[in-house]
């Protein structure tokens, strides 16, 4: 997945230069830079910023995964975004069981808030 790349094309698509974003987010040009030719990946803080300067849901930037696919037209409130922060965060320390666990309750969870 090219996180930066899908960035570019967003921004450039909205017609915004990294200058742009940098003042509607506070990162710096250079970062993003960074982040665009995939020498950095963003947190999801960091990726949270430039989705709202670009006036995209977050998801969009894993489009082409199926669930972010159902999310697209769905924005992360602050409480998800930080929550998915801290998985982020604990994730790597998770066997693959746990994971697999972590995941069905996700999507238990999902399917019942849908309703």
């Known amino acids: 997945m090219q996180i930066g790349t899908t960035i570019r094309a ?19 040009r250079c970062y993003l830079s960074r982040v665009e030719n995939g020498h950095t990946v963003p947190s999801l803080d960091t990726l949270s910023k430039i ?45 693959t069981n746990d994971r697999d666990q972590l995941l069905t309750m996700v999507r238990k969870f999902s399917a019942t808030a849908s309703r």
Do not use: C, V, W
């Open 51 to 95: 989705a709202a300067a670009l006036d995209l849901p977050i998801a969009q930037f894993f489009a082409h995964d199926s669930l972010s696919r159902q999310m697209n037209s769905q924005k992360l409130s602050d409480d998800e975004l930080k929550f998915l922060t801290q998985i982020r965060r604990y994730s790597s320390s998770l066997t």
């Open 10 to 28: 967003h921004r450039l698509e909205k017609g915004f230069s990294q200058g742009d974003i940098e003042k509607k987010t506070g990162l710096l």
